[in-house]
């Protein structure tokens, strides 16, 4: 069986652009999550949906924002992208959304701003 | 709020040696615990995971964590390490109850030697 699958694995964008992220989640999880981990840390929190409504988010700006599809795929937009968003995102994907359901991370979009 | 704490950015252990990487929570509450392993230009692997059924968890790859209330700690050992072992380790918690957020420490990288 598939895993969390993302797309796509690297990219280098411009101070200012916008970027686009994608993810499908494991086969009958209705739940997908995003993280940012930037290099030498763990990773942060940003969203997570559930059966395509948003249950939590993260600490970060609006220039963040999500949304996922009725086949529980999911994109992560950047908009107006800064020297600071460079990092490993993190697309995961769990059966329900509730705490403790175990959570299934894909390989992950490396991003570069420069 | 709840927090993750992970004593040691590095750990270098002989091959054949014990692996033992500490782990801290803060949580009003006994939360649910996970330990995850990054592979270099990888995403997380799940390696196990504390639900309250057990409180001594065995996971992947000969890993086994042990849940202490009393210490607050979840921390994850591996009798006999393995050259194929060294990559960073991450513990994190997620609270019961509420939306399935991942909080992680600051991970710890282990370095194996021949």
């Known amino acids: 069986d598939a895993g969390v699958t993302q797309s796509p694995t690297h990219l280098i964008k411009t101070r200012g652009q916008h970027v686009t992220l994608r993810c499908s989640p494991i086969?009958?999880?209705?739940?997908v999550s995003w993280y940012q981990q930037v290099l030498g840390q763990g990773p942060q929190f940003i969203f997570q949906?559930?059966?395509?409504?948003?249950?939590g988010r993260g600490n970060f700006p609006d220039r963040f924002s999500a949304r996922q599809f009725p086949n529980y795929s999911s994109e992560l937009n950047v908009n107006a992208l800064l020297l600071g968003d460079s990092a490993l995102y993190l697309c995961?994907?769990?059966?329900?959304?509730?705490?403790?359901?175990?959570?299934?991370f894909g390989e992950g979009s490396w991003l570069t701003v420069v | 709020a709840q927090s993750v704490t992970q004593l040691g950015s590095h750990v270098s252990v002989s091959e054949g040696a014990l692996v033992l990487l500490r782990c801290n929570y803060s949580?009003?509450?006994?939360?649910?615990l996970f330990w995850y392993v990054q592979y270099p230009n990888q995403g997380l692997q799940l390696l196990l995971k504390?639900?309250?059924?057990?409180?001594l968890v065995k996971g992947i790859n000969g890993f086994e964590a042990e849940f202490k209330k009393s210490e607050t700690s979840f921390h994850l050992t591996k009798p006999s390490a393995h050259m194929s072992d060294a990559a960073e380790y991450f513990c994190?918690?997620?609270?019961?109850?509420?939306?399935?957020?991942?909080?992680f420490g600051a991970g710890t990288r282990l370095a194996v030697h021949p």
């Open positions: 086969s009958g999880h209705k739940s």
């Open positions: 995961a994907s769990s059966l329900e959304g509730s705490g403790g359901n175990t959570i299934y």
């Open positions: 504390y639900t309250s059924a057990a409180t």
């Open positions: 949906y559930y059966e395509k409504e948003e249950r």
């Open positions: 994190a918690v997620t609270r019961r109850g509420g939306y399935n957020k991942l909080i």
């Open positions: 949580s009003s509450v006994p939360p649910y």
